[in-house]
Each structure stands twice: as C-alpha cells, then as structure tokens.
C-alpha cells in the first residue's frame, strides 16, 4: 500500500505543531507540578493513596490527551485552511472538534466510572495550551 506523500503545506504544518508543543514544555511543567503537589499532600494527610494513584493516572493520560488534541488540532487545522469550499471547510472543523472531544469524554467517562482515574486530574490538562497561550500573550503585553 503506498503512502499519500505529504504536501509543503502539512510539512510546514507539522513542523509549527512540533514547535509549538516544544514551546510548552515549561508551562506543562510548572501546572503539572501544581496539581501534583496538592494531591501528595492529601495522600499524605488522609493515608488515601488509592485516591493519590487514581489522581496520577488522570494526570497522566490527560497530558497524552492534551497533547495528541492539540497535535489533531495541528494537523487538521493545515487541512482545513487546504479546502476550497468555506462551508465543507466549517463542517470539517465542526466535526472534527466534536469527534476530538467526544471520543476523549468518552473514554475519560468510562475510565471514572471504573474507579480508574479522577475526573479533575484527567480534564485540568485539557486547559494547559490555553494557560500556556494567555500567559504568553500578558507577558508579551499582547493583552
């Protein structure tokens, strides 16, 4: 099966993502360790560690699905300014936010259900490219 070559456009996309996520780090970083320090100290204080390791598997796959949102942003982002047609081009944005975000809920819903994960822990890292941005944007007094 031979592989779509990608086109200039997407690899010029792909590269601002990389980027971009590269310019992260620090803020994923520094709100990472404020939700992890609140949650060792409640683990150490009640004794509750089931609820500790429940906190750091939601923290932890909602930074993979943090990150993997914002790189499907990227991507589909490149595609949609690629389109012809404006209103094809408003659907398939539509759609594939609505697709990012369902499928996440979903499974994030299951895995609360099952006593796996914490809703707070898995949700907060969603928030963490918009932290990143405003922060940006007050320090550059772009506000």
Request: hydrophobic share 55%; with cysteine; glycine share 6%.
């Amino acid at each position: 099966m031979k592989q779509k070559k990608k086109s200039k456009f997407a690899i010029e996309a792909d590269a601002i993502v990389i980027a971009e996520l590269k310019n992260m780090r620090l803020t994923f970083l520094l709100c990472n360790v404020i939700i992890f320090l609140p949650c060792l100290i409640l683990a150490i204080g009640w004794g509750d560690w089931l609820l500790f390791w429940r906190n750091m598997a939601g923290l932890f796959l909602g930074n993979v699905a943090a990150i993997l949102n914002f790189w499907h942003l990227g991507v589909k982002a490149g595609k949609i300014l690629q389109r012809k047609n404006i209103r094809h081009a408003q659907t398939y944005g539509a759609f594939s936010f609505y697709a990012r975000y369902f499928g996440a809920f979903a499974v994030f819903g299951v895995l609360a259900m099952l006593g796996i994960i914490s809703v707070y822990t898995v949700v907060l890292p969603l928030l963490f490219p918009k932290i990143h941005y405003t922060i940006k944007a007050i320090l550059n007094k772009e506000v």
